[in-house]
C-alpha cells in the first residue's frame, strides 16, 4: 500500500508548497533572526552570548508571570480534566439528552470574547452582581479585578470556556473503550468505582493525556478575556506571561522578547515531544 | 427505580451548569432590549451613581428594538470595525482553502523524504502560543512593509499550521482502495484530490473552517500588536472599549458581534465536535 504512495513523492511535495513557503517567510526565517537577536545586545547588535538570558530570569516581572502562569495551569487543567470528566461520565448515561446538554455546554466557545467582557465587568464589579448575590447570603463581597480575587477570576473565565471542549474530547475518549469490557465486568459483578478504577480509567489514559496537551494549549488564550478586562497592567495575581510579552513589546525590549521567546520554545517543545511519543503509541505519524 | 432517581441527581447537577454555560446570552440580549432608563437604573451602582449592588432584571420591562435602530442608522464605527471583522475572518479562511488543503493533503497521502520532520515542525508550530512568535512576526511584517495593513493579520493567519493537521486527520482516513480506483481510472494526482479528496474530506474541511472562524473572529493579540491604526481594528478589539456609561451601544453591538458566531456555530455544531475530536484522538 504505502509502495503506492512513494512513488510520486515529489507530488506531494508540490501540494505542499504553497504551505511550506509561507511558513518559511513568515515563521521560520523571522525566528531564526529571533534566535540570533536573543544572543545580541537590544542596540548595536553585539554579541552578548547569554546576556539577555540572565536579565529576564532576574527580572522580577518575568518571575511574576511565571509563577503566574505555572500557577494558572496548576489549578485550572486538574479542575478542568476532573469536572470535564465527571460530566461526560454523567452525560454518557444519558444517552440522547446528553447531547442535547453536550451542546449546550460547547456553546461558551461561540461567544466572543468582545461580547462576554461586558457581562464580566458587570458580574465582577464592587458593586456588580456576584457580590449583589454573595451580599444576598451574608457574605461580604470584595473588589474582585482589583484584589488577589482577580486570579480566581480568570480561572472561572478559563473553565468556563473550555469546559464544552474537555466534555466532547472525554466523551469521544469514553465511547473508544469497548463496551464487551464493561459488560463482562458486571456480569463478574464488578460495582460502579471498580468499574471506573479498573475499566475507564486505565482505557482513557491515553486520550486523557492528549486531552491534557491541548487543555494547557488553550489555556494560553485566556489572556484575551483578562486583557479586555483588565487592560496592561492588571491585578498582579493575575499577570500572566502573554501580559509581560505585550508590555515589552510595547516598550521594543526586543533583546528580552527574542529571550524570552526562545525560552517559552524550549518548555512546549518538551511538551511536544512527550506529546509525539503517546501519539507515537498509538501508529500515529507518517503512516508507520 | 433506583436507576431513575440517580438520573434525577444527574440532572439537578447539570441543569445549573447549563445555565451558567448559557446565561451570557440571555443576559445579553434582554439588556439589548431594555430601554435607556431601566439599563441605567439596573447598572447604577457599577456606574457610581448610586450605593447598593447591580440586581440585573431578568427580563426588559418594556422591550424596545430602538438601540438597534440606533446602531443601524447611526454608528458608522461599528459598521466599520464589523466589516474589519469580516475581511480578517473571511480572508483567512478563503486563504488556508487555497494553502492549507492542499498541504493537509500532500502530508496525508504521499510519502517523500524528510515528512516525519515536516511534520514534526508543523506540529510544533501549531502548538506555540502567539507570544512566541510575536517578534518574529513583528520583524517579518516590518521588513515586507505590512504593518499598520491588514495583510498583517491576514497573511500570518492563512499560514497557520492548525488547520492542516486537523484536516490531515481526515484526509488520512479515505481508504486508499478509493484512490486506487480512482489512478485505474486514469485520474491524475491533481484529479484525485479534486474528486477523491476534496468531497471525501469534505467534514475535516467544515470542522478546520467551524473551528477557525471561531478563533479568528475573536483576534485580540494580533491587532494589537500589528495594528496601529484604530480603524483598521477588529470587532473583538473596539467593543470593550465602549464604556458602560453607553450601556445601550455595548450591549447591542456585544448582541450584533454575537449572531455571526451564534450561526456559525448553530450551523456546524457537528463539524466543530468532530474538529475537536479530531485534533486529539486517534478514531
Known amino acids: ?288 | 427505580m433506583e436507576h431513575k432517581r440517580k438520573h434525577w441527581i444527574g440532572l439537578l447537577l447539570l441543569l445549573p451548569l447549563c445555565f451558567l454555560a448559557c446565561y451570557p446570552v440571555w443576559f445579553l440580549c434582554s439588556g439589548s432590549l431594555m430601554g435607556s432608563v431601566q439599563l441605567k437604573d439596573a447598572l447604577a451602582p457599577v456606574l457610581g451613581s448610586r450605593e447598593g449592588y447591580v440586581s440585573f432584571p431578568v427580563m426588559p420591562l418594556y422591550p424596545t428594538l430602538r438601540h438597534y435602530v440606533a446602531l443601524l442608522l447611526d454608528s458608522p464605527e461599528f459598521f466599520q470595525m464589523f466589516w474589519n471583522s469580516v475581511r480578517f475572518a473571511g480572508g483567512i479562511l478563503l486563504g488556508q482553502l487555497c494553502v492549507s488543503v492542499p498541504a493537509a493533503w500532500g502530508f496525508a497521502r504521499f510519502e517523500f523524504l524528510g515528512k516525519r520532520a515536516l511534520f514534526l515542525l508543523y506540529l510544533v508550530l501549531m502548538m506555540m502560543p502567539f507570544q512566541v512568535t510575536m517578534l518574529s512576526g513583528y520583524l517579518v511584517l516590518d521588513t515586507l512593509k505590512l504593518l499598520d495593513t491588514r495583510w498583517a493579520i491576514i497573511l500570518p493567519g492563512v499560514f497557520s499550521t492548525f488547520p492542516v493537521f486537523l484536516m490531515y486527520r481526515f484526509f488520512e482516513g479515505i481508504p486508499e482502495a478509493l484512490i486506487e480506483s480512482a489512478k485505474l481510472d486514469g485520474a491524475g494526482s491533481w484529479q484525485i484530490f479534486l474528486r477523491v479528496g476534496l468531497p471525501l474530506g469534505s467534514s475535516g474541511i467544515l470542522s478546520a473552517m467551524v473551528l477557525g472562524f471561531l478563533e479568528y473572529w475573536n483576534l485580540i493579540e494580533q491587532p494589537l500588536t500589528y495594528l496601529k491604526d484604530k480603524t483598521l481594528w477588529p470587532l473583538s478589539l473596539y467593543l470593550p472599549q465602549i464604556g458602560l456609561e453607553q450601556a445601550p451601544e455595548a450591549f447591542v453591538s456585544s448582541v450584533a458581534a454575537l449572531i455571526p458566531a451564534f450561526l456559525v456555530f448553530l450551523a456546524g455544531r457537528d463539524y466543530l465536535e468532530q474538529g475537536i475530536v479530531a485534533a486529539a484522538i486517534k478514531e
Request: hydrophobic letters at 50%; charged letters at 15%; glycine letters at 8%.
Open chain 1, 1 to 288: 500500500m504505502r509502495k503506492n504512495r512513494k512513488k510520486n513523492g515529489y507530488q506531494g511535495l508540490l501540494f505542499l508548497l504553497p504551505s511550506l513557503l509561507g511558513v518559511g517567510i513568515f515563521v521560520l526565517t523571522p525566528y531564526l533572526d529571533v534566535v540570533r537577536r536573543s544572543f545580541t545586545s537590544a542596540i548595536g547588535q553585539n554579541f552578548t552570548g547569554l546576556e539577555n538570558y540572565r536579565k529576564i530570569f532576574e527580572n522580577t516581572a518575568f518571575q511574576l508571570a511565571c509563577s503566574n502562569t505555572l500557577r494558572f495551569v496548576a489549578v485550572c487543567i486538574p479542575l478542568l480534566l476532573l469536572l470535564s470528566l465527571l460530566l461526560a461520565l454523567l452525560l454518557q448515561r444519558l444517552g440522547k439528552k446528553g447531547q442535547w446538554f453536550k451542546q449546550c455546554f460547547l456553546f461558551p466557545m461561540a461567544i466572543p470574547v468582545a461580547s462576554v467582557v461586558l457581562l464580566w465587568r458587570i458580574l465582577f464589579d464592587r458593586h456588580g452582581m456576584v457580590n449583589a448575590l454573595l451580599n444576598d447570603v451574608g457574605f461580604a463581597g470584595r473588589d474582585w479585578m482589583n484584589s488577589s480575587s482577580a486570579f480566581g477570576v480568570l480561572v472561572f473565565s478559563y473553565i468556563w470556556k473550555n469546559l464544552g471542549y474537555d466534555i466532547v474530547l472525554m466523551l469521544a475518549g469514553l465511547s473508544s473503550i469497548s463496551t464487551d469490557i464493561y459488560e463482562a465486568a458486571r456480569v463478574d459483578g464488578a460495582g460502579e468505582w471498580r468499574i471506573f478504577h479498573s475499566i475507564t480509567l486505565p482505557n482513557l489514559l491515553p486520550s486523557l493525556y492528549t486531552i491534557t496537551v491541548l487543555s494547557l494549549l488553550n489555556s494560553f488564550k485566556v489572556f484575551r478575556e483578562a486583557y479586555l478586562v483588565a487592560g496592561n497592567y492588571p491585578d498582579d495575581s493575575m499577570y500572566l506571561l502573554q501580559h509581560l510579552f505585550n508590555n515589552w513589546f510595547r516598550e521594543l525590549s526586543m533583546d528580552k522578547m527574542a529571550a524570552g521567546a526562545v525560552v517559552m520554545t524550549l518548555v512546549i517543545f518538551l511538551v511536544v515531544l512527550i506529546l509525539t511519543k503517546t501519539w507515537g503509541k498509538e501508529g500515529h505519524g507518517d503512516g508507520t
